[in-house]
């Protein structure tokens, strides 16, 4: 869990690169764009989950 | 990809009027260092208060002389010439090769000498803004490993993308997206990637011995000296006044007559903030809390640095007041849901303020499609630095452990690193006395 959500957000930002090479237009880069946040924002919220500490400990 | 001679379009010629008035608020810059360095004190422990401060100076001299002889080379403003990639029939710009050890520094442009210095202004500042969040527990000599990092690989890279004619940079002239990606004062390069740092070094160094116990909330562990806190919020004003100037001049090229916008823009986000951090707290605890509003008061100058040059005064209000409503409310949540221990609010303050900042960028900016870009540069944060800069923390955390011993930490890092308090004549409070 700690990794794979830092694992996922560079996804999101290959999404995005995809994003710019693949379309011209600034509608379908933009949504997924949006898209490719998502991705980040989701591997961040495992990530964040994964680094959570049970209660009462001091080091992960 | 290949090497080429730097594509960055010739900045305007600068009048020497110009050079020395941007020179003289670059001189003014560090008191928004200064500002923090206290903060990063005054919110740790008063028995860790000496090793904090020895920290701030020591973090900085590493941090520039590892970015004089390493970082920017790799920042390539000096441009003798740069790594590409050749994609879409587009040329992109990812790594910059300057020239080694900054030779050629002083018969450069006007223009380039005063980004130079910004970035080693910028690059003192964003290693600050860790140390603070691994206050109590974070070795020092970890933090001075974590600095030499930031100012080898990461804040170069990062200040290339975004300052240097990078390919972020270049989102305009390659697929007209806005302008590029627009920072003018900092609010990525500094404050998103060093709130990010922050949360790498809190999940890696872990929380303060009894921060969270088994039973009932987290233990509410205060800043040894609220004076140190809001007087450094008063020096931090200063320093981000002519740093956004400054900012403005060097990488957004403005004109002398948006200079007092600039200046009026950065004190009215600030109020904005500060107005409304105090409100939600008095709201919320019957008192304002005098760390969280200057936790406010710093989320709304760090916001004011990615748009305070081009926004207009009553946008800038707005801006401020937003990052000051939920600056105090994601501290709350950072510390008491999700089990962050950051006691100086760097994750918040920022990370999250600086990422709001660069957003409000998007809808303020004159340029159309300057949302797109902008969201392009944040994605690039996220997706990219965040997993690099944990990536290279974990790998440092081996070599050179982050967290203190348990009997420094119960000792104090004073005692423990630097062999003497900061108080001498203090009684030091034992862990049990905050619960």
Sequence with gaps: MKYAGLLVMPAGFFLTLAALALFPDSGRRFGFVLCGLAVEVLGLVVAVRGHMLPRGGSQP | MSAVPPMVP?????SDVFFSLTLALMLLAPMAIAGVALINTGLGRSRSAAQAM?????LIAVAIIVFAFIGAFFTGTLGSAEIVVHAGGKTWSVLGLGPFLL??????????????????LSVAMLVLLPWGSGADRWRLAAGCGSAAVLAAIVFPLAAHWIWAGGWLASLGANLSVGAGFLDVGGAATVHVIGGMSALVVIWIAGPRRGKFPKEGLSTAMPGHNATYVLFGCLL?????????????????HAPLSALPGTAINTLLSASGALAATFSVTRFRFGKPDASLCANGWLAGLVASSACAAFASPVASLFVGGVAGVFTPLLVEVLELALSIDDPTGAITVHGAAGLWGLIAAGFLAPQAGQLLAQLIGIAALLGFFFPLIYLLFALLNRFV??????????MGMDLHEIGGGAYPEFVIHRDESYR
Excluded: T, Y
Aim: hydrophobic share 65%; aromatic share 12%.
């Design chain 2, 10 to 14: 010739a900045a305007p010629a600068m």
């Design chain 2, 54 to 58: 020895l920290g701030n100076l020591a």
């Design chain 2, 103 to 120: 030779r050629g520094l002083g018969a450069a442009a006007a223009q380039a000498q005063l980004a130079v210095l910004f970035e080693f």
């Design chain 2, 236 to 252: 931090a004003l200063v320093g981000w006044l002519a740093w956004n100037m400054a900012g403005a001049i060097v990488w957004f």
């Design chain 2, 401 to 410: 452990p982050f967290r203190v011993d348990p009997d420094g930490e119960r």
